[in-house]
């Protein structure tokens, strides 16, 4: 017999603080389970995500290991001032922001004209071989493309500067040229992520009703006008939300990518140096902590507060599309 | 074909040229790897990148894989595909139903709680990471990989799965609570069977998520027995660098398992990765 049940059941008890157990008991026979389902998660989640956040006192500290985290002296926002005047806090954002707009460009320019194009293409199997050629890189590791942008572009026997021998052109020192790289890394990212893209626009498009391009092509619609009449403006709530999910993510980079293609190389920083791979290095090579942490909190606040407010802006204009 | 068809379908041809061009593209990084794999050093540096090996060299794959220890770090990231992948996918289950199914006023927060975990940057968390592993005497070896490898999967599992429990009627669990199921019951003789296609789907992309983890293993992990592939890949290069060839026999080792799932279970994989971007 449950006797929590039994308990429940009868009138609500005759003082405030019977009433009261009996509430938190009922309470708890009927949600304790469950809360204890959750508990196992809950817990992991408190232990190794927000846990270790106090530790982000270190950004408005002098750490000396001797003193430990909370023992270190109090610099106010010293460490900012630093990251600030020295040029560094804006070599970073801008090199963040500016190759993760090249990023969202050419991903949504390429998957889109892709996505199309594809659709015109009316064999079904050609279709599913070819966005499956194309999703493929999704799934190698980031290590590997490093090995790729290596291969090719490696100064003495790199493939593109055989190539370019081959041709009787003189051959480039890739590595020593901070300028090239952005593009560079531009055309390794969208080699990795356009099948991503490529196939959530084509099931946008595949999803239209074909009555309306039956209905245009009885009023003449050429190809063209088909495309920008019909096409791009019935997928456009897709275009807009993936792209502002993306710019939501804009102040975080994609460490992976920037380790393994850039590989810390000294003289590739001045364009490549991202605000992740700044905090990284500072933490391992550098031991500087405190600008880690400072680099760390700074990114971590901005691009918090631009994750909601993409958010807000996906939940304003489709409620079902926003994560939270 | 005569020139009148032809004129009319030639921009049908250009979007074929294009869209072949593309996927050689696309394609030819793994034709360097799978040529380069196989043959001789002497080959290569003769004969270039693209030529047809003038001799079958399978001694590349043997030698990546013991002299380069593949064998052990494959070995590691199995283990940690079939542990630590199961474990996390059923914690997240569990949460997930709790939050699906609890009438309860925090409900809602507790979900942003554990959404807000996906805001959070890896490389804040992952110095504390490692000093805890330390104090509990486990860092450098592959159990301090599973607190990390399961929080780093709990956010967008709980999401998937607390979307799919939703869908499944409450009528089943009233039914079943009727004939004196509990609610662990409950979960684990309706709820989780039921939710198979969707618990096969976060299968793979953690597992291929698990298997390409570097950054988290890079710091965690020091022992050489206990690397998974990514970082055994990296480590091998620094002993292989100029031996392209076995670098290739080992990166080729490294990308079949998930060329294998990719072929043969791209379905589930495409339907959960665009489950977040698509409106069913």
Partial sequence: ?324 | MTLTKLRRSWPMLLIWLALLAMAIVWLVPFVIIALTSVRSMNDLISNGVFAWPTRWVPENFARAWSLGNFSVYFGNSLILIFTKVPLGILIASLAAYALAKMRFRLNGPIFVLFLVGLAIPVQVTLMPQLVMMKQLGIAGSLPALYPAYVVFGLPFQIFVMRGFFRTLPNELIEAARLDGCSELGVFWRIMLPLSVPALITLFIIDALATWNELLIALVLISADTSLTVPVGLLRFQGQWSSRYTELMAGVMISILPILFIYVFLQRYLVSGLTAGALKE
């Fill in chain 1, 1 to 324: 017999v449950n006797l929590n049940k039994i308990h429940s059941a009868l009138p609500l008890g005759d003082t405030p603080q019977q009433s009261l157990s009996s509430a938190v008991r009922r309470w708890l026979s009927q949600n304790g389970t469950l809360l204890l389902m959750a508990l196992p998660g809950m817990l992991v989640l408190f232990t190794f995500s927000y846990l270790p956040l106090p530790g982000i006192v270190l950004a408005f500290k002098d750490y000396k290991a001797a003193q430990g985290i909370f023992g270190s002296e109090w610099v106010g926002f010293n460490n900012f001032t630093y990251l600030f005047s020295t040029g560094i806090a804006w070599r970073i954002i801008r090199n963040t922001l500016f190759i993760n707009s090249l990023f969202i460009v050419a991903n949504l320019l390429m998957s889109l004209s892709v996505a199309v194009l594809l659709h015109e293409v009316y064999d079904h199997f050609v279709s599913r071989i070819y966005q499956a050629v194309l999703f493929f890189p999704y799934f190698v590791s980031f290590v590997i493309v490093g090995y790729f942008t290596f291969i090719l572009f490696s100064t003495e026997g790199g493939f593109i500067n055989n190539s370019l021998q081959g041709l009787g052109l003189a051959p480039m020192r890739w590595f020593t040229e901070p300028s090239y790289w952005p593009v560079i890394l531009m055309g390794v990212n969208l080699w990795h992520s356009l099948g991503y893209f490529t196939i959530i626009y084509l099931a946008g498009i595949i999803g239209i009703n074909p009555e309306y391009y039956e209905a245009a092509r009885i009023d003449g619609a050429n190809k063209w006008a088909e495309i920008t009449r019909i096409t791009l403006p019935l997928i456009r709530p897709l275009i807009i939300i993936n792209v502002l999910l993306a710019i939501g993510r804009i102040f975080f980079a994609n460490l992976d990518l920037f380790i393994n293609v850039i590989r810390d190389q000294g003289s590739l920083l001045s364009t490549s140096d991202v605000i992740d791979t700044y905090v990284l290095r500072s933490l391992t090579t550098l031991g500087n902590f405190n600008m880690a942490s400072a680099a760390g909190l700074f990114q971590a606040l901005v691009g918090f507060g631009l994750v909601v407010l993409s958010n807000w802006i996906v939940r304003r204009s489709d409620a079902d599309q926003a994560l939270f």
